[in-house]
């Protein structure tokens, strides 16, 4: 096996718009595949202004059925509350946990903490239906989420009879800038790929990058963890090039190899 099979993205640049300290793992599978990688985060993390809601939902969490919460961020920031208020993670033996993708269910495990559920699929409208099967009529739910999050999950399980209290437990932001070397190869056509995680995540490396600089884009290979994130990239006129199935970072760098080698 010749070393360019061992490491299937030799030769290419890939921009990793993950925030800082989430990007490892995506990045170290990058590189571990051969690839140049660029950090270059469009999204930050900050508290929200308020957490006066949150944290009496945190205190009688035995109000409630289930509780939702769909992504790594929202478990961190939850477990920050939960501490916060002098508790600890065994207050969370009072509710079922649903936890949507992957990422978000291995960061509760690292907490001891085991979701009751996770959907088959990494999406809002997976975990709507199947919750709905479970049957939520009459059932009180608490979602923690980042305060851009979309209303599809608590509108879906509201009409199915559910009273769900969708909750902001952390802020995102756009950064100041984008890091100089990432323009720059950008400017000079040396950025083969851009991986996106998140609607944000793209809709941030847009105004970032201002309507001439977003020209370029149309030059690199974009590549989107699921639906939601490529349906606003396509929303916003630009190709998608890869897609993560199932949504997470491992087949999102799968997808990045296939269509590398088939170019």
Known sequence: ????????????????????????SLSRF??????????????????????????????????????????????DAM??????IGLDSRCLAQVKIA??????????TEHGVRPNFVPPEAVGESMAQTLIEEGVKGSHILLLVADIARTQLPDA??????????????????PAAL????????????????????PSSFVNLLSLLGPQRCER???????????VTTRAIREAGYSVAAEADPHD???????????STRD
């Open 1 to 24: 096996m010749g070393s360019h099979e061992l490491q299937p993205l030799h030769g290419r640049t890939i921009a990793v718009t993950r925030m800082r300290g989430q990007a490892d």
């Open 217 to 227: 884009l149309h030059a690199v290979g974009l590549a989107s963890i699921g639906p």
């Open 30 to 75: 990058l590189r571990s595949a051969g690839a140049e990688v660029i950090e270059a985060p469009t999204i930050e993390l900050g508290p929200v202004e308020d957490y006066g809601k949150v944290d009496d939902a945190l205190r009688r969490l035995d109000h409630y059925q289930w509780l939702v919460l769909t992504s790594a961020n929202g478990v």
């Open 249 to 259: 970072v491992p087949s999102l760098v799968s997808a990045i190899i296939d269509a």
């Open 179 to 198: 890091p100089a070397v990432f323009v720059e190869r950008l400017d000079r056509g040396r950025i083969d790929w851009i991986t996106l995680t998140s």
């Open 99 to 108: 936890a949507i993708g992957s990422a978000t269910a291995r960061r509760l």
């Open 79 to 84: 477990l920050d509350r939960i501490r916060a």
């Open 157 to 174: 399980l509201q009409a199915a009879g559910a009273q769900c209290d969708s909750l902001a437990v952390y802020r995102t932001r756009r």
